[in-house]
């Protein structure tokens, strides 16, 4: 499929299932046509979709298929550029025995794992993206979390430091990436009902001044708001989508 000049492209990773595919859904509504990735396959109703240009399977844990999807989604941009790129995919693995992975637990080679994916990867696709962003003075957006703010019960050690590095991450581009015309950004779910959440964490709900879970789609909105060219004073900022449960 064709992307003509005046046609907004984004870049979501982890775009089969949860916030990601909620993602997808939101920027096609919109018009916006999205290069997608994740080691499976989208839903068939995502394929469907005319606005969808291509998806890639890659595991993006992998230095050398985050190489090869950069350069097939910069190709498929062109000379076009790009306006957008989502980081969303991450993991949140338990321990041997589905305790959280935590401090005194836990292979290192395990955090090394989480740390890649979670946060090497969304660095080196936006250096990888960095100058086809430049082209339409585009956005990032990183997913992390509000386990890189808080001790959580559930979230394990490795995803809430790597999710801590990502909101730091996010202060450095956006000082950097301001230089090529980018805006950076985080948006922090906090409680979503998605995959990566397991039934304990209906427990949590009391601690939520909303007093329910989010939706995929709430926090699927605030990423498009960041992206859209209406918040183009908006760079370094990271966006709490908790329900309230931050502020305690
Ligand atoms: N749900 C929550 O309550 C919550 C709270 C705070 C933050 N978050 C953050 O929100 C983001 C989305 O989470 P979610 O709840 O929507 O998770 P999810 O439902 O588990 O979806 C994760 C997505 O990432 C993809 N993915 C996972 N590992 C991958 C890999 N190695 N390579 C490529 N793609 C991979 C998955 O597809 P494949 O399996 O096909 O690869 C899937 O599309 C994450 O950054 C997460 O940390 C979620």
Redesign the pocket.
Known sequence: MSISENQMVVVV?????????AAVHRFTRDGWKVIS????KPPPAFIKNPLWIEHFE????VREEVADFTKKAVALVGKTGLNALVN?????PKAEYHERLGCLNGDLDAWREVFE??FFTPLLLSRGFASALHKQLGAIVN?????AHAIHPFAGSAYSTS?SALSSLTREMANEFAELGIRVNAVA????R????GPEYDALIPRIPLNRMGT?EEVAAVIYQLCNNEFSYVTGSEIFVTGGQHLF
């Open positions: 990773t982890g775009a089969t299932r949860g916030i990601g595919l990735c994740s080691r499976g890659a595991d993006l844990s969303n995919a991450a993991e949140s994916l979670n997913v992390t979390s509000i386990a999710k779910p906090g409680e979503v998605t995959q990566m959440i995929a």
